[in-house]
């Protein structure tokens, strides 16, 4: 019996120390009003109107403070146990639970970073560009999303979206081609514009 005891304590003990290592060793995030930017973030869609209304202006004050938090949650992938998790709890509609996907956490970071600011928004283009080549689907479309988004006076973004124009996935194509096609078109209608 001892050693079972023994046994408990150190995994007890293990755990405690890989929990120390965790909470310790991440990387500290911007907050605003006592809360942190992915707690903002996360209650983005919230029902309440005046709870969305706080988030939207705290990640506006946080602004570029915010976009390492914000880049990485658009790099979010589902592992395969959240994915079978998310498909066991959509079968169980009497638990109403909701478990944010990572096409969810995607969605939001990306409303995060248009709240965010301009500099943010044009801080955040090469990182976008790199996540335009991600091995998920969804992660290269949601990249491809927001740079199509971008100031048409930015023209950073068109070489990564003309590089989404051979995506092998269909959605991630046909984005990219719509925001390379209506780039050159206001682009030409300003040239256009200029020369007059």
Same mark, same amino acid.
């Given at each position: ?28 995030q911007p907050s605003c009003d006592g809360h942190t930017i ?49 498909s066991l709890v959509a079968r169980l509609p009497l638990l ?9 956490? $995607? ?10 600011g301009q500099e943010s928004i044009r801080a955040s283009i ?6 335009? $080549? ?38 991630? $194509? ?23």
């Amino acid at each position: 019996m001892p050693s079972r005891r023994k046994h408990i304590t150190i995994c007890i003990l293990a755990a405690a120390a890989a929990l120390a290592v965790i909470v310790f060793a991440s990387p500290s995030q911007p907050s605003c009003d006592g809360h942190t930017i992915t707690h903002w973030i996360a209650i983005l869609d919230s029902r309440n109107s005046d709870e969305r209304a706080h988030a939207f202006a705290a990640i506006e004050r946080i602004g570029t403070n915010a976009l390492p938090t914000i880049l990485h949650l658009l790099g979010t992938r589902d592992s395969a146990l959240n994915f079978r998790l998310h498909s066991l709890v959509a079968r169980l509609p009497l638990l109403n639970l909701r478990f944010a996907s990572a096409a969810d956490t $995607r969605q939001k970071a990306g409303m995060a970073l248009a709240v965010s600011g301009q500099e943010s928004i044009r801080a955040s283009i090469p990182a976008l560009s790199s996540l335009s $080549r991600d091995p998920d689907p969804g992660v290269r479309l949601r990249a491809v999303e927001m740079l199509s988004v971008l100031p048409f006076n930015e023209t950073v973004p068109l070489p990564a979206l003309e590089a989404a124009r051979t995506d092998p996935d269909p959605l991630v $194509r046909a984005t990219a081609r719509e925001a390379v096609q209506s780039r050159k078109a206001v682009n030409k209608a300003v040239q256009q514009a200029r020369g007059l």
